[in-house]
């Protein structure tokens, strides 16, 4: 979907959005502007317009410069940036070891029987109550 262009333009900006810092990658690191971007998009289809908006600020800018103007001119295409740039950057299996996430996990239903039993007891002692219905 994004060409050479967008590409370079991207890899700037999410850099600026994410830089390396405190023993975690850059977005350009963790591989987002060449892999994980392109999955991420296809999760959020809806966000392609704003996505390639905002990458259009870039061009011939600084990646600072750019975002900086993004989010004072369109935030809509600026939202559209940073929410697919940390969805991507999250989906990268090195990033989510580094921060300590399985990622999601089947987690049997537990039987808390109990539980409700202790909320149901003041129902239980309190008994049968009803309104007569209108006539």
Known sequence: MLNDEFRS???NMADELIP???GMPSASDANV???WIDRALEYRPDLTD???RALSYGKNKEARQAIQELNSNDSEAFDCLGV???GA???NP???KLIGYPGQVP???SDDLDSYSGMLAKVLERGPVFRPTLK
Do not use: C, H
């Open 84 to 86: 697919l740039t940390s």
């Open 9 to 11: 333009i991207y890899a």
């Open 107 to 109: 987690s049997p239903a």
């Open 89 to 91: 950057y999250f989906l």
């Open 20 to 22: 390396r810092a405190e």
């Open 33 to 35: 502007p060449t892999q």
């Open 94 to 96: 090195e990033v989510k």
């Open 50 to 52: 704003g996505f390639l």
